[in-house]
């Protein structure tokens, strides 16, 4: 038997976090842990169980542990059910050793787009 090639953590509580874990264990290769953020040493756990990507949900108050775990370099993708939305974050660092890199880093995350004024 092989290893799974995805280990997937879900940090919810919710009915949605729960549908999205059924839906997903479903997937071959696939390897889903559900937990909850609130509890203490959830960071740890989740460090522990070396996830490829961390699915948390939209205004659950996990700010703190989203930033933690993108100092540690792991993905998170942030659920919003109401919107029927997903939002991918990565923490990823780029070189910025003057305002000409910040402006190239803006400019590449951020679009110009067309003004509305006249």
Known sequence: MTAPSRRIIICGRSIFAMVVEMSLIKLPGVDVTRLDP??????????VL?????LTERD????????????????LI???????QAMALTGQQLPATGVDDLVQIIEHLVPYRQSKRS
């Open 60 to 75: 659950s108050g996990q700010g703190e542990l989203a930033l933690a775990l993108l100092g540690m370099g792991i993905p």
């Open 78 to 84: 942030e659920l919003d059910g109401e919107a029927k």
């Open 38 to 47: 609130q509890l203490p040493g959830a960071l740890e756990r989740i460090t």
């Open 50 to 54: 070396t996830p490829d990507v961390v």
